[in-house]
């Protein structure tokens, strides 16, 4: 079955960086679309950044354009979500989702949290 592990969440000061990553499994890696999204206290899920495994291709929410970076490892099935700059409207709950087939899967999210 489909599994999504996520990483690198945590407590980090505004300005700072975090680097978020996801081990994908269960599915052709390579014939897929990788996204990460974020969902805070009372709002909606939101999209931050997308990649296209096979070409690379990339798209980010206008919000995080110039400061976060989505990339990706296909000989580890692994993609990662690079925060820079992070502000305190980023912290949130950030998951990372797999569209493969038409069939969307979720990870169990991780915390970012952005304070002083």
């Known amino acids: 079955q489909v599994q999504l592990v996520e990483s690198g969440g945590g407590l980090v000061q505004p300005g700072g960086s975090l680097r978020l990553s996801c081990v994908a499994s269960?599915?052709?890696?390579?014939?897929?679309?990788m996204s990460w999204h974020r969902q805070a206290p009372g709002k909606e899920r939101e999209l931050v950044a997308r990649?296209?495994?096979?070409?690379?291709?990339?798209r980010y929410a206008e919000s995080v354009k110039g400061r976060f970076t989505i990339s990706k490892v296909s000989a580890k099935n692994t993609v990662h979500l690079q925060m820079n700059s992070l502000k305190t409207e980023d912290s949130a709950v950030y998951y990372c989702?797999?569209?493969?087939?038409?069939?969307?899967?979720w990870g169990q999210g991780t915390q970012v949290t952005v304070s002083s």
């Open positions: 269960g599915f052709a890696f390579s014939n897929s679309a």
């Open positions: 990649i296209v495994i096979d070409d690379g291709s990339t």
């Open positions: 989702s797999a569209l493969h087939w038409g069939a969307r899967s």
